[in-house]
């Protein structure tokens, strides 16, 4: 039923005529059209009368529960806005408080003791070395591998972690201390270590 | 009494200002008042569209939920509230009518119980000429928009409950001006033609070319 809108410019300036859309200098234009062409005038009037029947198109109203249901919804937004605030917005605070949240978990979880954040594990790792699984690790939760651990002081002030030595490797103990190399004592205390405490002492020099 | 006063003193507040009371001091009269102004034409520029009270009422609340909860993000303060309500209520009309993918009668024939001028609020209509005359109105202006192509449709709606300028109306529907004009023009002529042919007279509309 819709025809390809193909607007001339006289059909342009008619219908912004009969709706009031012109500047006066297109007004006279338009008017002194009327007056040389019937055709034109007679279709500017019907236009007219026919917009002006449309005029008549009533206005309804919503049924009022559902205005009420609307204010009741603009009533409950607003309070929660008031509630939380419109502060929840703003970019820079949400950052702000996401790095702030960010560094107390990781603070968190460096501070804690080892036994707290790996409680699991430890019981897993016993577990493991019951069934003869070696887990390298150095907390005082698995003192019974510390045992297997011992830390060599050698030449030119290195330090050197390795196994306990176990019978068979009594030989090559021999060797060892034969080319001056002194085992010394486990700088492991049995203290509970925080991963962080750990971490420095394994990475950082002795003396 | 106060209430009162205090309503009587918002009809005079522009919408502008009605809107930045409720955005930052949330105030509800300020709202309401801004419902109580423009409601009637939305909830008619729906209904003309869908044809169905029902529709109509989802949509206008759908319209108002939106208008609620995205001011804050999306409404300009330098535009004009009702324009950009008005923008919101148009997309939510255009995605029913697309998702149902065809034009509903806005005599209601989803809904025969339901009549557009029962829903009329206008007491003055209590004599039985004017019944008549209602009833010859409805017959023959409702049924003959209803019958309009939707674009045309759309224009004569937004054009007549908004008084919409062309531009903002090529703006909202995502056309020229020129194809805007063409449609109101086309709309015009359609209608014409469907009165005469109702009161069995023959097209008086005369093609100039």
Redesign the interface.
């Known amino acids: ?3 390809k ?3 001339s410019n ?3 300036l ?3 005529y ?2 009031d ?1 012109l500047d006066p200098s297109e007004i006279t234009l338009v008017e002194q059209a009327m007056i040389h ?1 019937q ?2 005038l ?2 500017v009037e ?2 007219k ?3 002006k ?11 009022s529960n ?2 009420e ?3 009741d ?3 409950d ?3 929660q ?2 509630f939380f605030g ?1 502060s929840w ?1 703003n970019p820079g605070l949400l950052a702000t408080a996401a790095i702030v949240l960010f560094s107390l978990l990781i603070s968190t979880a460096y501070l804690l003791p080892s036994d707290t954040i790996n409680g699991n594990q430890s019981d897993d790792s016993r577990s493991a070395a019951a069934v003869g699984t070696h887990t390298p690790a150095i907390t005082k939760s698995q003192e019974s591998n510390q045992d297997m651990l011992r830390v060599w002081n050698g030449h030119n002030n290195l330090v050197y972690i390795g196994k306990r030595d176990t019978a068979d490797d009594a030989s090559h103990a021999d060797s060892l201390q034969g080319r001056g190399v002194l085992p010394v004592q486990s700088e492991t205390s049995p203290m509970i270590l925080s991963p962080a405490f750990r971490d420095f002492q394994l990475t950082g020099n002795r003396y | 009494m106060m209430s009162h006063k205090s309503n009587n003193s918002l009809h005079q507040v522009d919408d502008h200002e009605l809107v930045l009371r409720y955005r930052r001091n949330n105030d509800q009269k300020a709202f309401r008042q801004l419902l109580d102004r423009h409601q009637s034409k939305i909830y008619s520029y729906i209904y003309s569209m869908v044809g169905n009270a029902e529709t109509a009422n989802d949509i206008f609340q759908e319209t108002f939920t939106k208008v609620i909860t995205k001011m804050d993000e999306t409404y300009n303060e330098q535009g004009k509230w009702i324009a950009w309500v008005m923008r919101i209520a148009h997309n939510a009309t255009i995605d029913y009518l697309r998702k149902k993918k065809r034009f509903v009668d806005v005599n209601a024939q989803d809904d025969p119980d339901y009549d557009f001028y029962d829903r009329l609020t206008d007491e003055t209509l209590d004599d039985a000429q004017e019944v008549i005359e209602k009833d010859e109105a409805k017959d023959s202006l409702m049924k003959h928009i209803s019958d309009l192509p939707k674009e045309q449709r759309e224009v004569v709606m937004l054009r007549h409950y908004y008084e919409m300028s062309f531009k903002e109306i090529a703006e909202l529907t995502n056309v020229s001006i020129n194809t805007a004009l063409g449609r109101m023009r086309y709309a015009l002529i359609n209608l014409r033609k469907m009165f005469d042919k109702e009161h069995g007279k023959e097209t008086k509309y005369v093609e100039r070319r």
């Open positions: 039923m819709e025809k809108p193909n607007m006289v059909d342009e008619c219908i912004k009969v709706f859309e062409d055709n034109l007679i279709e019907s236009l009368s026919t917009w029947k449309i005029r008549n198109l009533p206005e309804l109203t919503p049924p559902i205005s249901t609307i204010i919804q603009a009533i937004y607003s309070s806005q008031q419109n917005r």
